[in-house]
């Protein structure tokens, strides 16, 4: 069993800073308030402090109750294309992976192979699951890649069904190494205006945790 550090932000329960946070956490806040509930949020960076608090790979994720999902959709071909961007949705309505397939996908060039790799905070919940199973029968040139912070109750036997129906429908299922979460960092957080790219800076326990969940992840598969 992982050590595990229990984190309780003040306000966990929205992926927001805590107060220690003040300037930067506050501006963006007051941005996000302005939202209508239940959105679901597109972009192409997310703010540092979701990435820190919502894609760390712990065990028990209290809080963490949203799922981000940065994605690369490549199209090969005469014309190939490449983009890429982010979804965080707010689990009372559509989820970030519904999302994908609602508002993303369709905008890319129709009929064409699209290779699509998508980062996610959890890996999808059981209804998720079997939508992405049904759009990948559907779409026989969608090649799909998802690389999972941490397995999303991973002990219930039905989240364990569906994960192996991913796998069988022809989606990669991976556990994100320590190098995926640097990527993600480079690729998709926000680095402050007029300031030099942060580097990445591993959590403790980072690569504990990935060999935690790729072990249960082979064991479910």
Known sequence: KMAEK???????????????????????????????????VTGERLPAIFFKFQFRNV????GRNKTFLCYVVETPG????????????????????????????????????????????SSPCVTCAQRICEALR???????????????????PEMQAALRSLKEAGCKL???????????WKNFVEQEEGEEATSFVPWEDIQENFQYYEEKLAEIL
Not at 22 to 39: A, N, Q, S
Not at 59 to 62: I, L, N
Not at 94 to 118: K, Y
Request: net charge negative; charged share 30%.
């Open 59 to 62: 065990e028990y994720s209290s």
């Open 6 to 40: 229990q984190e309780e932000p003040s306000n966990a329960q929205n992926g927001e800073p805590d107060n220690a946070e003040e300037g930067e956490g506050k501006k963006k806040k007051v941005k996000r308030e302005d939202l209508p509930p239940f959105e679901i």
């Open 174 to 184: 991976r556990i994100m190494k320590p190098q995926d979460f640097e990527y993600v």
């Open 78 to 121: 005469k014309e190939p294309a490449t983009s890429r961007g982010y979804l965080e949705d707010e689990h009372a309505a559509a989820h970030a992976e519904m999302a994908f397939f609602n508002n993303i996908l369709p905008s890319c060039q129709p009929g064409s192979r699209h290779d699509v790799t998508w980062y996610v905070s």
């Open 138 to 156: 559907k779409n026989k040139g969608l090649r799909l890649t998802i690389m999972v912070g941490r397995l999303f109750m991973w002990e219930e």
